[in-house]
């Protein structure tokens, strides 16, 4: 191990880019997520310039930094090189990547001072992490606050995508589960499970005036998107979005990426069409009868 002039361990084949000025860590760059070290434990940020699968973030939780920031290697398969965000997330560790074109591979230093961010985990999201940052941003974003400490059904990611002129909202939000009174016979919901029949009691519940979830890659029997139709008869106008184009548990995606591939006959009558994009789906299921 080496030391610093301000007598702070710093761990071998890493380099100290940043320094809180709060006495909360170091931002620390190394150019593989394997020389994460446990005197980082609690208190760094260690950008590695590595990609983030599941491999690399069983040995950053190891040494449980206060957070991480690795790269997203053209993300692959089954998001394979950047699936240990959510090992990681699992562990409260905040954790991003970067756009792997914005930086060179295998050099930390380089990471940090030009890497853009690409993908990011809930707790790095709670710190103010988004993507199209630097990575220098984020860092000391997730240097300098902590995740919210929150349950399960406390983080929603409700966010308003579109106000009528009346004041009623197309919502986004991960989960139907997530429905609140406000959105009765009021707002369209755009959520992320599945529209299966274990869904059905969450639709009754919410009561939104328009609702579009996925169809769970539609299952057997088309059974990803049965409690479509069974609710039907409680005059809730719903549709899907293709599973394979919106990301399940991510309300955002199914508003930006989501495409119509099934509609029930209420949501037909406002004029929702399979292949329809998503915000087009959702406004006109936001329109009022009386409205052309």
Not at 270 to 275: P, Y
């Amino acid at each position: 191990m080496t030391t610093d002039t301000a007598n702070d361990t710093v761990p071998e084949q890493q380099t100290v880019v940043f320094t809180s000025a709060t006495g909360r860590g170091r931002v620390c760059a190394m150019d593989s997520a394997y020389h994460v070290d446990p005197l980082n434990r609690g208190r760094d940020i260690c950008v590695n310039s590595s990609y983030c699968g599941v491999l690399p973030a069983r040995f950053i939780a190891e040494a449980a930094p206060r957070g991480a920031i690795g790269m997203d290697c053209g993300i692959g398969p089954e998001g394979s090189a950047i699936a240990g965000l959510w090992y990681l997330e699992a562990l409260d560790i905040p954790a991003a990547v970067a756009d792997v074109m914005s930086a060179r591979l295998g050099d930390g230093v380089h990471l940090y001072r030009n890497g853009v961010i690409s993908f990011f985990n809930q707790p790095a999201a709670d710190c103010g992490v988004r993507a199209g940052m630097t990575v220098a941003e984020a860092a000391q974003l997730m240097l300098e606050n902590d995740p919210a400490p929150a349950a399960a059904d406390e983080i929603t990611n409700r966010t308003v995508m579109h106000t009528h002129a009346d004041g009623r909202q197309v919502i986004a939000t991960d989960s139907i589960a997530f429905a609140i009174e406000a959105d009765r016979g009021r707002n369209v919901l755009v959520t992320a499970g599945h529209t299966g029949r274990s869904a059905v009691p969450y639709l009754r519940r919410a009561g939104a005036w328009g609702f579009i979830c996925s169809d769970g890659g539609r299952g057997m029997d088309d059974s990803g998107m049965a409690g479509l139709f069974i609710v039907e008869g409680d005059g809730l106008a719903g549709a899907t979005v293709d599973a394979r184009r919106a990301r399940m548990g991510s309300g955002l995606s199914h508003y930006h990426d989501g495409i119509i591939s099934a509609r029930n006959s209420l949501a037909a009558t406002r004029g929702v069409e399979v292949g329809m994009a998503c915000p087009d789906a959702a406004r006109l299921l936001l329109a009022r009868p009386d409205e052309s």
